[in-house]
């Protein structure tokens, strides 16, 4: 279905700066992945009311940005991942986690260009997204933290004219802290001066699904399914071709399949969330052909739905 174009945004208030370039991946989505581009704007209105939601200028640009997110409601109607916030967030980790994947790949076989500078930093500021729907994973705020400082770090070589280390090497997971608080965001970092056009921006939704099939990221591949692999500390890269591995399904435990939940059990709103989110799991595990994981994730939930109990 074609969107419908969007009233256009008075020009942005020295205020919200920080929120600038989550606007333009807004902008940059609203064809792409119109999913992608309400939450964006969803968090700058957020965000932006945090900020400054008195002085008439932010209170004027703020308006037209609620315009806007109103619009992209009424134009996606019952779409799920905006209706249901779990499914909104599933579609949210699962687009940052494509992005982050590419980029890591075209990093650790060495091909360092704008186009994967660019889907880091973009990652990145989809994880910010991502609080929308609560606080982050620590998995999360971590990829979050590489993303940011591999983007930054690439794109001052190239510009500088040296040669990028592929893969995590050099980073000081202590005195590198890309941490910033809630109203710097990505005001306090150094950002790449990209500039978005269609031919140089990576879309995930553009490349066929196999091309995530055997996607190989280092050991810790197999960490949750809505996250990248667990980023290695400063112990370097032992090797940069890594050879895809067969698949080692988990043993079931057999109990599960007769199970039935006792009379006695009382689950908590927050047990069902969490079996949720496990189902979540397995699910983008799914996406990306991870056997094992999906198989782990289903019988969490599984066991805690049975047994009150992880």
């Keep these: 279905m074609e969107m419908a174009a969007l009233a256009p945004l008075p020009p942005l208030p020295p205020q919200f700066k920080s929120i600038q370039h989550h606007l ?34 932010c209170r004027k640009f703020l308006s037209k940005l609620m315009d806007q997110l109103e619009a992209l409601k009424k134009q996606l109607g019952d779409n799920e991942a905006v209706t249901q916030e779990i499914v909104g967030c599933a579609h949210l980790e699962n687009y940052a986690l494509k992005m982050f994947l590419y980029a890591d790949n075209e990093d650790r076989a060495g091909r360092f260009h704008k186009n994967m500078i660019k ?11 991502i609080t929308v729907f609560g606080e982050l994973t620590d998995e999360n705020v971590k990829h979050r933290k590489y993303a940011r400082w591999k983007a930054t770090y690439i794109h001052n070589c190239l510009k500088n004219g040296e040669t990028p280390q592929a ?107 969490r079996a949720q989110k496990y189902c979540k799991y397995a699910g983008s595990a799914l996406q990306y052909e991870d056997v094992s994981t999906a198989v782990q994730n289903l019988q969490k939930a599984l066991k805690l739905l049975t047994t009150g109990r992880e």
């Design 119 to 129: 889907s880091f930093y973009t990652a990145s500021l989809l994880i910010d997204v």
């Design 167 to 273: 893969g995590p090497v050099g980073i000081d997971e202590e005195d590198n802290d890309v941490e910033e608080n809630e109203d710097a965001g990505a005001a306090s970092l150094p950002t790449p001066p990209l500039q978005p056009s269609s031919s140089s921006t990576y879309d995930p939704s553009s490349l066929p699904s196999s091309s995530y099939t055997g996607i190989q990221i280092p050991p810790g591949a197999h960490a949750p399914a809505n996250t990248p692999a667990e980023v290695p500390h400063s112990t370097g890269v032992t090797s940069n071709t890594i050879q895809p591995t067969p698949q080692t399904i988990p043993a079931i435990d057999p109990a599960l399949f007769n199970t039935v939940s006792q009379g006695d059990i009382r689950l908590t709103p927050e047990d069902f969330a």
């Design 24 to 57: 333009r991946t807004a902008q940059e989505h609203d064809k792409r992945d119109p999913v992608v581009a309400y939450y964006c704007r969803l968090y700058a209105v957020q965000t932006g009311m945090k900020i400054d939601s008195k002085t008439p200028e």
